[in-house]
């Protein structure tokens, strides 16, 4: 008898099959064919390849932000892939951090609100003044370095520092899964740099990360890189982190 509970535990991730398809006019436009692949807890994987090899597309159907044409997306074990609209945002509010290279944060919302809209949304009341949220929120921008920027506007902070509030957002829900699609695109290299190390030392702290780029500098950062290209996984290789 074995008892090693990695075999009986699902991987967080298990994608089989899954594909994608766009009409535009009379065209269909192949955006993801037949993917698959596994992602266990804890590993820091890379989605690499050019401009248009599906990367985004992959992303948003591993975000629950879309629905597959074809295929079964499994997270921890339970099919989420076709799931209406109400139920992905439970699922992505439960399980998902997401980081985009555009920060997507709220200009008009302080550095410490912008961290804490997770958590009211989780709750469904939003309610301005809960204690035990600010604390939370507090303490995701401790961890990525920013606690003495809690009152700044997003407009008051370098791109770098943004990026790093966006991170804190999508920690604050202890999230099982963080997704960053091109994090690194708006900042100078040694910016981007010290988000790669600030996204390295989560995962080395346990988080799972799904970081997607055209850039192989950015991807050899990640432990599996994943090569796309015309919607398929074409190559797996090795980067620099452990898992
Ligand atoms: P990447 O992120 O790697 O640049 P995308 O996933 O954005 O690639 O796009 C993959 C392919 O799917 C491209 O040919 C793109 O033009 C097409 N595509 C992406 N989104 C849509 C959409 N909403 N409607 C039609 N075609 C799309
Ligand atoms: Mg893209």
């Given at each position: 008898m074995n008892n090693n509970p990695e075999l009986i535990t699902p991987p967080l991730i298990q994608v089989k099959s899954l594909s994608k398809q766009y009409q535009m006019g009379n065209d269909i436009v192949?955006?993801?064919?037949?993917v698959s692949f596994a992602v266990t807890s804890g590993q820091f994987i890379a989605l690499m390849g050019p401009s248009g090899s599906g990367k985004s597309t992959l992303m948003h159907q591993l975000g629950c932000l879309d629905t597959p044409t074809n295929g079964r997306y499994l997270l921890n074990g339970r099919d989420?892939?076709?799931?209406s609209r109400r139920a992905r945002a439970t699922v992505r509010n439960q399980n998902l951090g997401f980081v985009f290279q555009s920060f997507n944060?709220?200009?008009?919302?302080s550095t410490l609100e912008n961290v804490m809209l997770p958590l009211l949304y989780s709750k469904g009341t939003p309610s301005k003044n809960s204690a035990s949220e600010k604390e939370m929120a507090q303490a995701a921008l401790e961890h990525v370095g920013l606690?003495?920027?809690?009152?700044?506007?997003?407009?008051?902070?370098?791109g770098g520092q943004r990026q790093r509030v966006a991170i804190a957002r999508a920690l604050v829900t202890d999230p099982a899964l963080i997704l960053a699609d091109?994090?690194?695109?708006?900042?100078d290299s040694h910016t981007g740099n010290e988000i790669l190390a600030l996204l390295t030392t989560l995962n080395q702290n346990g988080r799972t990360i799904i970081l997607v780029t055209h850039d192989a500098q950015v991807a050899k950062r990640a432990g599996t890189i994943l090569h796309m290209q015309d919607g398929e996984i074409v190559r797996q290789s090795h980067g620099e982190a452990s898992s």
């Open positions: 192949h955006a993801l064919r037949a989420v892939g076709q799931l944060l709220l200009p008009r919302l606690a003495e920027r809690v009152q700044h506007k997003p407009t008051e902070l370098s091109e994090p690194t695109g708006n900042l």
